[in-house]
């Protein structure tokens, strides 16, 4: 089965400073991998994904995450962080043969301080 | 606009009493799930569809039943809501492709 770990429970960083969200992952197939962020009363909005190609993707709103097969990673960062940037993150991976359905990490708390 | 509605955002209601949170997206897209969330479980898959007519259990399907008779439509039934089903719900749809998840706003059930 596979699954998804985050390893922090939340992430605390001053405002301009760099940011990385950690995600290892466990498939048994090649690994499709996606982020979302989920803003306070919101539903979960997608940043990006990786299906294929090239290890670094960028995602929306400045977000980049850096995908590492040896290491079975997926870590989300930011080169500078904003206060708006304060959120709930989750790292998923995708089953296609569950119906193309997520299995999603815990979930990290992203914490911006000014 | 895309998108995926949930009603209602908010629900309480006593054990026992049957209840329907409905789903529906305008997406035109083949795949649709409930998940539910609970505090440092992040989401858990409760049922999923296919396409209509198809739909499969995911990690807790327990104490939930789902429909998928309209591709737009994806409801989830409580036939006997218990207190352990109080959660955050979140219905998403996709499309066959690797495309991303979109999610709906969240229904915000509690059960006493």
């Known amino acids: 089965a596979q699954s998804v770990a985050q390893p922090e429970d939340q992430v605390n960083v001053a405002e301009g400073n760099p940011l990385t969200v950690k995600c290892t992952y466990s498939?048994?197939?090649?690994?499709?991998l996606f982020w979302y962020v989920q803003y306070p009363n919101r539903g979960l909005q997608f940043l990006l994904k990786?299906?294929?190609?090239?290890?670094l993707v960028k995602g929306s709103y400045g977000f980049e995450a850096e995908f590492n097969k040896s290491q079975t990673s997926f870590h989300l960062k930011k080169p500078s962080a904003l206060v708006s940037d304060s959120a709930l993150y989750f790292c998923?991976?995708?089953?296609?043969?569950?119906?193309?359905?997520?299995?999603f990490g815990g979930g990290t708390r992203l914490m911006v301080k000014p | 606009e895309a998108q995926v509605t949930q009603n209602p955002r908010y629900l309480i209601t006593v054990t026992g009493k049957k209840l329907t949170v409905t789903c529906s997206q305008n997406m035109n897209h083949e795949y649709m799930s409930w998940y539910r969330q609970d505090p440092g479980l992040g989401l858990r898959q409760i049922y999923y569809s296919m396409n209509v007519e198809v739909t499969d259990k995911g990690d807790v399907p327990e104490g939930y039943k789902v429909s998928r008779k309209e591709k737009r439509n994806f409801p989830l039934i409580l036939e006997s809501p218990s207190p352990n089903q109080t959660s955050l719900y979140f219905c998403?749809?996709?499309?066959?492709?690797?495309?991303?998840?979109?999610f709906g706003q969240g229904t915000r059930l509690t059960v006493v």
């Open positions: 990786y299906i294929t190609g090239d290890n």
């Open positions: 498939v048994s197939g090649n690994p499709y």
């Open positions: 998403a749809s996709s499309g066959i492709l690797n495309t991303e998840a979109f």
């Open positions: 998923a991976v995708r089953d296609i043969g569950a119906g193309n359905m997520l299995t």
